[in-house]
């Protein structure tokens, strides 16, 4: 016992002196870098995609921005775009969305929706990000198909690494 105690205190002068004369093995520690390959979904491409709806003329409909599978995607920017002089955007369903709310950062006159999500629980299978509802504009022709278009500026799972997801646009057709 009285060896041992002798040792440590040796080893702790011997080391004070090193410090002293900046001699002193610097240890800095690393830190914890997070381990993305524990998520049992690391490996899925997910699709973010739009629906394509058939519609008349002053009908309200829901376009859905959705996720295709269990995916690890916490953080989402992306735009959604469509023809003002098909669409009217009229609110955003609440009930129907998984994502907390679209940004406020919307130029809704040139037919461009920002959406934005953040959250720490990643959505679990086929999950509707965003729902919006638009009012199909009675100057929309007949048997026409406009497009829905969808672009993702960001797309990160918890731990900020990027995910590029396959990305899918819908459409509009008017009956």
């Not at 900046?22 to 998520?39: C, E, I, L």
């Not at 809704?108 to 679990?124: E, F, Q, W, Y």
């Not at 009675?138 to 829905?148: I, W």
């Amino acid at each position: 016992m009285k060896k041992s105690v002798l040792v440590a205190c040796l080893l702790t002068i011997s080391l004070l002196a090193l410090a002293a004369c900046g001699k002193a093995p610097v240890v800095t520690p690393t830190p914890a870098q997070p381990d993305v390959s524990k998520s049992p979904v690391a490996d899925v491409k997910p699709t973010i995609s739009v629906n394509d709806i058939t519609a008349s003329a002053g009908d309200i409909i829901t376009v859905e921005v959705s996720v295709s599978a269990d995916s690890t995607i916490c953080a989402l920017d992306a735009q959604l775009s469509f023809d003002t002089n098909a669409l009217a955007f009229v609110e955003k369903d609440s009930e129907k969305s998984f994502a907390a709310g679209a940004s406020s950062a919307n130029d809704i006159g040139n037919g461009i929706i920002k959406l934005s999500m953040a959250t720490v629980d990643p959505p679990k299978g086929e999950t509707v990000l965003f729902a919006l509802r638009f009012r199909v504009s009675e100057g929309a022709t007949v048997a026409n198909t406009y497009a829905l278009g969808l672009t993702v500026q960001t797309c990160c799972n918890y731990d900020l690494v990027d995910i590029v997801p396959t990305v899918k646009g819908g459409s509009l057709t008017v009956k």
